[in-house]
Nanobody, 124 residues
């Protein structure tokens, strides 16, 4: 059974940083696409970042470019999201997602597995 477990969320002041982790188990996502999404209250789930194990390209939402960095540890089957210069509008539940395929999608329906989410709150 595939499981994705996020950690690292919390409360931070504007301008601060957080690092989210997502540990995958149940299968190896050696070449599959993985992504980070977020959902704020009353809003739809939105794409934040995504890449696949073998890709040298990571895609980012315009709203986080230059501030967030997605990385991975293949040996540990883990992906990370380093979030710097956080803004109050970054406040949301952040979800890790994994796909069966290699295509890096930006829509939630393109991913097959989801973590439980971790809350990120940025105070002004």
């Amino acid at each position: 059974q595939v499981q994705l477990v996020e950690s690292g969320g919390g409360l931070v002041q504007a301008g601060g940083s957080l690092r989210l982790s997502c540990a995958a188990s149940g299968r190896t996502f050696s070449s599959a696409a993985m992504g980070w999404f977020r959902q704020a209250p009353g809003k739809e789930r939105e794409f934040v970042a995504g890449n696949n194990w073998s890709s040298t390209t990571t895609y980012y939402a315009d709203s986080v470019k230059g501030r967030f960095t997605m990385s991975r540890d293949n040996a540990e089957n883990t992906v990370f999201l380093q979030m710097n210069s956080l803004k109050p509008e970054d406040t949301a539940v952040y979800y890790c997602a994994a796909a069966n395929g290699v295509r890096i999608g930006i829509k939630a329906y393109e991913y097959n597995y989801w973590g439980q989410g971790t809350q990120v709150t940025v105070s002004s």
